[in-house]
């Protein structure tokens, strides 16, 4: 937490913020917020993003974003509130922000779980921010191999029951009988092979979060069972007679559209509008292009040895930026899993990707004949970053996509180098 002046100055600032940039042993009292947590020589709203304090001072009330902040692990996203002091005459003096690190997702590539710094990522992140605290359904919608299943996670793990299970339940394909007894069990001899008793999905996730994936694909029938599951939260085990108590937060998932099914009568209402309470879009990979550096380094660091470090030359890399991704993150990596097998010598170029995505209309030839090095925040450094903006010899989409930066932000970072 820190407490600041109308000016942007920093009063006053506890430990944890002082630890969490690198100033345990050094003050940062009087510095300007946005020069320390941005770098930026200017406010936020000045540099392209939403200010807090604007919003703040405009609204005389607090005020909520997600932004990424630079610290010495590298950029981090950070869930910021500011809320206004004000004096007798109602006129702000004074700001009070609270800065809470985002644990869930990564905004440099990682070798698991969510990654990205695209400005439609982030309000499915932030909105992750504000629901999971609650108990409120949230219903994830977006196209298929979007990451439905990992921002489910996201919100168990940012939730007050990420201590207990994430139970996945993949509703596409199950009979109305299987989804029966798998999700509330059965009793023995409650059918021919139900040799003993077995506890259903919805016991075993006591205490926790399940997720029904594609719940679009529930039978008819057995939306009237869930419905009455997530109501009275009691259901019986098939076979049986007691009635249970279940005890879970729930999350759903699907790529169709809900709201027509229940305009035809495949989805029923009264379902619908308990699951939905909290609708999240996840945006398609095509809507997050800038990412795919990221993703595509993160994706090679999950298949590769210390040893056998696969990267991708920067020809390469435009050619997936540009490409539509209509089967999204999954695709990318089976492109990207393809790929490695035809690069001997551990660099993946143009010719080592499907003709579709060659054929996407992308050509492009690199001045530089040096082969694009494993996109890494360390070897992205001030010095590499003169060095090859002066040369003159990479264009500047060609230079983001070295650095695995976006191009509006390797211009904030050209600009504050003095090179824009």
């Not at 027509?260 to 209402?269: I, L, N, T, W, Y």
Request: glycine letters at 8%; charged letters at 25%.
């Amino acid at each position: 937490m820190i407490v600041l002046d109308p000016e942007y100055n920093i009063l006053a600032a506890n430990t944890a913020y002082r630890r969490q940039f690198g100033a345990a042993n050094r003050s940062v009292i009087g510095q300007k917020c946005y020069r320390v947590s941005h770098h930026y020589e200017v406010p936020c709203d000045q540099a392209g993003e939403h200010c807090p304090m604007k919003k703040a001072f405009e609204l005389k009330g607090p005020d909520r974003i997600l932004h990424i902040h630079h610290t010495p692990r590298g950029p981090e996203h950070v869930d910021v509130e500011l809320r206004p002091i004000m004096d007798t005459d109602m006129q702000v003096v004074a700001y009070v922000e609270r800065l809470v690190t985002v644990r869930t997702a990564s905004a440099r590539p990682s070798a698991e779980g969510l990654v990205g710094q695209a400005p439609k990522f982030n309000a499915a992140l932030s909105a992750v921010q504000r629901v999971a605290p609650s108990m409120l359904p949230v219903m994830l919608l977006g196209e298929s191999g979007t990451g439905k299943e990992l921002f489910a996670r996201a919100v168990h793990e940012a939730s007050g029951r990420a201590r207990g299970p994430f139970v996945v339940v993949d509703c596409s394909g199950l009979t109305e009988t299987l989804f029966e007894s798998e999700l509330f069990g059965y009793e023995k001899g409650a059918f021919t092979g139900a040799n003993v008793r077995k506890k259903g999905l919805v016991e075993t996730v006591d205490g926790g979060t399940l997720f029904l994936d594609e719940i679009g694909d529930v039978p008819l029938a057995m939306q009237v069972k869930l419905l009455r599951l997530i109501e009275s939260g009691t259901f019986r085990r098939v076979g049986g007679i007691e009635t249970l108590q279940a005890n879970f937060r729930l999350i759903t998932a699907t790529h169709k559209p809900l709201g027509q099914m229940v305009g035809d009568g495949r989805f029923r209402q009264d379902l619908y509008y308990r699951i939905a309470a909290f609708p999240i879009t996840l945006p398609p990979l095509r809507e997050r292009s800038s990412d795919i550096p990221m993703l595509v380094d993160s994706f090679l660091r999950r298949d590769s040895t210390d040893q056998q470090r696969v990267s991708v030359h920067a020809s390469a890399m435009l050619q997936l930026q540009a490409y539509a991704w209509p089967g999204n993150l999954r695709e990318l990596r089976n492109v990207l899993d393809r790929a490695r097998l035809f690069a001997d010598d551990h660099i993946i170029r143009p010719e080592h990707l499907p003709d579709f995505i060659a054929s996407n209309g992308v050509a492009f030839t690199p001045a530089s004949s040096l082969p694009m090095t494993p996109i890494d925040r360390k070897n992205g450094d001030d010095a590499e970053l003169r060095r090859l903006a002066s040369d003159n010899t990479l264009t500047r989409r060609e230079l983001a996509v070295r650095f695995g930066l976006s191009e509006r932000t390797l211009y904030r970072r050209l600009k504050s180098l003095g090179l824009a």
